[in-house]
């Protein structure tokens, strides 16, 4: 499976960005998946999942302003990303889990399934 995002770029503070993640072909029934970030500063940040129940879960530092949703007929997932921030600012990666997972083990079989090459998101003035 190969997951391909798009949608980066650059933007302004407070502006908005959709950033996808389309898989090459089916994952598990319902997957769950999710979005991480990194900068060369900074260590791996998860970001947004949303799991097997189509359930969102959110980092604090974007709660209120991202919003993950998927379709799995077409086997993408989306994020959503309003009132920027430079500090978001970063390369963002899609990633699935290889198994069904809920709650907070989505993110732990997301960062141990498939991944994306990553958009870069910059946000400056």
């Known amino acids: 499976v190969q997951l391909e995002e798009s949608g980066g770029g650059s933007v302004q503070p407070g502006g908005s960005l959709r950033v996808s993640c389309a898989a090459s072909?089916?994952?598990?029934?319902?997957?769950?998946m999710g979005w991480f970030r990194q900068t060369p500063e900074k260590e791996r940040e998860g970001v947004a999942f949303?799991?097997?129940?189509?359930?969102?879960t959110y980092a604090d530092s974007v709660k209120g302003r991202f919003t993950i949703s998927k379709d799995n007929a077409k086997n993408t997932l989306y994020l959503q990303m309003n009132s920027l921030k430079p500090e978001d600012t970063a390369m963002y990666y899609c990633?699935?889990?290889?198994?069904?997972?809920?709650?907070?083990?989505?993110?732990?079989?997301?960062?141990?399934?498939?991944w994306g090459q990553g958009t870069q998101v910059t946000v400056s003035s």
């Open positions: 949303i799991d097997s129940d189509d359930i969102p």
């Open positions: 072909r089916a994952l598990v029934s319902r997957p769950c």
């Open positions: 990633a699935a889990a290889r198994v069904a997972a809920r709650g907070s083990w989505c993110q732990r079989w997301a960062e141990t399934g498939y």
